[in-house]
């Protein structure tokens, strides 16, 4: 089993910029599909991003697919999400997770098998 833990949140004011890491260890990522959920206080999980075992295929929500990047190095078994132009409606913990048997046009959390802990964006007016 693949384990997950996120790094890269904090504090940033409106308009930045921040690079989310998902580091992985116990497996390696290339076999999974990955994605980036987003939660915020009293609100449901909700997907925003997810890359296919190659990195070449992405998928995006609407919502932000003008502000993020997602992307992979499996050799680093590492995925990450840029993201910039940030807004106060982007503070959220931000998770990673792990697919094994899914496309790129899952998005239910329960699609995926594996999370991590989840990293904190806060986000300055």
């Known amino acids: 089993q693949v384990q997950l833990v996120e790094s890269g949140g904090g504090l940033v004011q409106a308009g930045g910029s921040l690079r989310l890491s998902c580091a992985a260890s116990g497996r390696s990522l290339s076999g999974y599909v990955m994605a980036w959920f987003r939660q915020a206080p009293g609100k449901e999980r909700n997907w925003i991003a997810s890359?296919?075992?190659?990195?070449?295929?992405?998928n995006y929500a609407d919502s932000v697919k003008c502000r993020i990047t997602i992307s992979r190095d499996n050799a680093r078994n590492t995925v990450y999400l840029q993201m910039n132009s940030l807004s106060p409606e982007d503070a959220a913990i931000y998770y990673c997770?792990?697919?094994?048997?899914?496309?790129?046009?899952?998005?239910?959390?329960?699609?995926?098998?594996?999370w991590g802990q989840g990293t904190q964006v806060t986000v300055s007016s």
């Open positions: 890359i296919k075992r190659n990195g070449v295929t992405t």
């Open positions: 997770a792990a697919g094994d048997t899914i496309t790129v046009f899952y998005t239910r959390p329960r699609d995926f098998r594996t």
